[in-house]
């Protein structure tokens, strides 16, 4: 969880300087793919430990 919230936390950072620092475009894209990639992990993350769990 602690290596979700970074990342989220990491492509919020990157996006707002992307956007605010002129000529730094290419920050804000990789915030944006940072994002993803840290929606893609918390997804994973999320279903493997609601299956992973056996039913009693």
Not at 8 to 23: D, K, N, R, S, Y
Not at 29 to 34: A, K, R, Y
Request: charged share 10%.
């Amino acid at each position: 969880m602690v290596i979700f919230l970074l990342l989220v936390l990491a492509a919020i950072t990157l996006g707002l300087i992307g956007t605010t620092a002129e000529g730094l475009g290419y920050l804000l894209i990789i915030g944006i793919v940072v994002l993803v990639i840290a929606l893609a992990y918390g997804g994973v993350r999320l279903t493997h430990r609601v299956r992973g769990r056996p039913g009693r």
